[in-house]
């Protein structure tokens, strides 16, 4: 029923205006597009924001249980997380994707779908990129544009003594969906059972198709509120806290009982007989805005049920913890994904 | 005698905290550099160019014959070559690197050597990347961003009828120590004898450590001259005149006494039985400038000794030729290199 094409067939230039033939650009500034040496952007009066982000088969995706075009997606949205995470609205992408011989054109257009379909959700604009093979495995390279206004973006760098640490959505769902989803692989290899994820589409949604908190950044500028620290959670809370206390010198404490749990994820992980709240502190790959910001801004944040006020930035000199149910205090750990171990 | 650490006793942060120690920034529109989601880049009143490059081992370098301080150099050259082509003068990159655990401390060290000695000739400052293991293979992913005055950019698409065809430099040349890099290769293959490199080191320069032209740019703004099409010659000048007079819709011809041949290539080429024209034509990660300018302009590019005048391009009817020697007239053919056959 597939069809299959090979991607020789259509040679290099031929598979670029194969994938962009229906690109579109949204964008004002995007003046020069897919096409040329580089694409050209107009940002007048405003800064440019820009990130990369490097994903590879094996060690950030598993094509076993990633369909190509949740993949396609997914690579998007982690960049742009990231151009949110400068309080910044992204506005261009480049994609860049070396396969090998073993991906047909309809595998790769599947890939695409999922890209255009991120880009379409957050009106950004495809301008470039690279294609090549690969000797083996699936590369895939992102960089995210976007701008801001002169000194409305948000560093890591901020954060006062006594701010309000805050974090988005809920934790820990991913690492829970990445957790089952290696389960049921194993079991498959050695069984040949099929996968039984009845009734986890929350938490293999949570990994397979993450979502950047464009909303977040939109009630920002809707509230007048500028947080004065900002990251995405990509390795995990602890860790992500941590570097956040690091670079603005101070400490932190952290709630357990404030900390934002999904009901669904709390019911697997105590099925796997994992502590939900260490999933929430180390789990990564949520994708969820974790900031800071004074109090007086307490009552923009409390407005916003997205938010979770999860505790308080305190001085350098009193570390870094974790106040529990009980009421124990115990330092707080970075444990987070580690891609270089 | 030389050491080897394993990156793994310095994790992800510790790693990039000690490749971008020294990292200092040259350009005043750089606001926010490394170590935050996303760098921060003021373009106020100037055009952001931006492009980006993959670079996998195997398919586009060979680390059996390419030392890894050339290779983070080139990475870097391949890229602000794109931004040249654009006439814009590239202002900061980010470089995303993934290694297996056979790459050491030392080696990544060498490789930003490269990198870090690239963007200071260039003046760009290194504001982000990425950094991953890999289950195989380097793979690197270069992204450059330039700035241009509004309307200088150039793009492929402006050639007309009668417009003088230029190129800067040499052609060829990487092609043959390409040619030379990978006989060498087989022979210590299969005999074991060391590589003969002797007399070689033009070709061999001109593939591992080519140059990215800034100095055409700088000339073009000193003279007033702004190309009616540009781009840089990766592919070979067949496959890249074949581009421009694509998108500008128009055809061209080229004249093989004029093509520029350097003589420590030529030679080479004669004792291969290679034909240089077709070393010239079909070679390509030259990295010169291909443009285009209208014949009033031919005062002000006669005065760059950097660059020939080789063609001329003419109506899309007429077709794409080449003029021999000997006053033959060929078909053009495109016969670049191309990395998804």
């Known amino acids: 029923m597939d069809e299959r094409t090979e991607i020789s067939a259509l040679g290099e230039f031929g598979l670029i205006n194969h994938l962009t033939q229906n690109n579109e650009t949204k964008n004002a500034s995007t003046i020069v597009s897919v096409g040329d040496d580089a694409a050209v952007i107009d940002h007048f009066g405003r800064q440019t924001v820009i990130s990369t982000d490097l994903l590879l088969e094996g060690i950030h995706f598993d094509l076993s249980y990633t369909p190509l075009k949740h993949l396609g997606y997914k690579s998007i949205i982690v960049n742009l997380s990231d151009i949110y995470a400068m309080n910044a609205i992204p506005t261009q992408v480049l994609m860049s994707i070396g396969f090998s011989n073993r991906v047909s054109l309809e595998a790769l257009d599947d890939f695409y779908a999922g890209v255009y379909a991120a880009c379409e959700e957050h009106g950004v604009d495809l301008v ?8 083996k495995g699936l590369v895939i390279s992102v960089t995210a544009i976007g701008e801001v206004a002169p000194d409305r ?3 890591r760098n901020g954060a006062q003594p006594n701010d309000l640490i805050c974090v988005s959505g809920e934790l820990g769902g991913a690492f829970l969906g990445l957790t089952l989803l290696e389960r049921e692989k194993k079991i498959f290899e050695t069984t040949g059972a099929q996968p039984d994820l009845e ?3 929350y938490i293999v949604g949570r990994l397979l198709k993450p979502e950047a908190r464009k909303d977040i950044i939109e009630y920002f500028a809707e509230a007048d ?3 004065s620290s900002m990251m995405d959670i990509s390795d995990g809370l602890s860790s992500d806290i941590m570097h956040i206390c690091k670079e603005s010198n101070t400490g932190c404490v952290l709630y357990e009982d404030k900390l934002p749990l999904n009901e669904d994820a709390k019911a697997f992980a105590y099925q796997l007989l994992l502590d939900p709240t260490a999933c929430a502190l180390s789990g990564g790959e949520d994708y969820e805005l974790l900031f800071t910001v004074s109090q007086a801004d307490y009552e923009k944040v409390k407005n916003n049920p997205s938010v979770s006020v999860i505790g308080y930035i305190t ?7 974790l106040i529990t149910r009980a009421g124990n205090k115990h330092a707080l750990v970075a444990q987070g994904w580690n891609h270089i171990k």
């Open 128 to 135: 470039g990129g690279d294609t090549s093979t690969s000797q």
């Open 153 to 155: 973006f948000v560093k």
């Open 199 to 201: 009734g986890q589409s």
């Open 225 to 227: 509120l500028k947080p």
């Open 315 to 321: 001085d350098v000199t009193e570390g870094k913890h």
